[in-house]
């Protein structure tokens, strides 16, 4: 597990550095590097859901870069609360971060790749869970720099009768949304 986030770790920095080694002027002519005009941030609620039994709620945040005008990649953290009050009541905290990448193959289809690593609440312990997502959706630019995704991915590492975390299925359907600088 060190060794998977030592290397995710260096090739973000390697990242960084060229980000960093990009500096130009934008065309309004003012001090600001044009690696900024290529970051965004955004996120989305992954899920909410409240029943006689239960309460979900999944909120996300994500830190993007555009690398090409139709390929971008990033980061991004994740909060997930579960309440069940049936048969005795109990509560879960779970975070996670996730490394993601995208491609536009045709405005506005884009392929997608995402690994996730969970930290899941458990009765007396935590337990830490790897996903890897790769499915495609529909990308809707909203003015000029911001942009609607909706998406399916397919869980590649989910295992029919195994422990998915809180996966029920492989498949993950969901939006988000990001504002460019």
């Given at each position: 597990m060190i060794k998977k986030l030592s290397l995710i770790a260096l090739f973000c920095l390697l990242f960084v550095m060229q980000s960093f080694a990009q500096r130009e002027y934008n065309a309004l002519g003012n001090d600001r590097p044009a690696w900024v005009d290529k970051i965004y941030v955004g996120g989305g609620l992954g899920g909410f859901g409240i029943s006689d039994n239960q309460v979900w709620v999944n909120v996300s945040g994500q830190v993007g870069y555009r690398i090409?005008?139709?390929?971008?990649?990033?980061?991004?953290?994740?909060?997930?609360?579960?309440?069940?009050?049936?048969?005795?009541?109990?509560?879960?905290?779970?975070?996670?971060?996730?490394?993601?990448?995208?491609?536009?193959?045709?405005?506005?289809?884009?392929?997608?790749?995402?690994?996730?690593?969970?930290?899941?609440?458990?009765?007396?312990?935590?337990?830490?869970?790897?996903?890897?997502?790769?499915?495609?959706?529909?990308?809707?630019p909203m003015g000029g720099k911001g942009f609607l995704n909706f998406y399916a991915l397919y869980n590649v590492l989910y295992s029919d009768g195994g422990d998915n975390g809180r996966y029920d299925s492989p498949w993950v359907i969901g939006m988000n949304i990001g504002i460019g600088f």
């Open positions: 090409t005008e139709k390929w971008n990649a990033g980061v991004g953290i994740t909060y997930q609360y579960f309440k069940y009050k049936r048969p005795i009541e109990q509560s879960f905290n779970d975070y996670g971060v996730n490394f993601f990448t995208q491609y536009v193959v045709y405005q506005p289809f884009f392929v997608m790749a995402r690994y996730e690593i969970f930290f899941l609440d458990q009765i007396d312990s935590r337990a830490t869970y790897d996903t890897f997502l790769l499915g495609g959706g529909i990308t809707q």
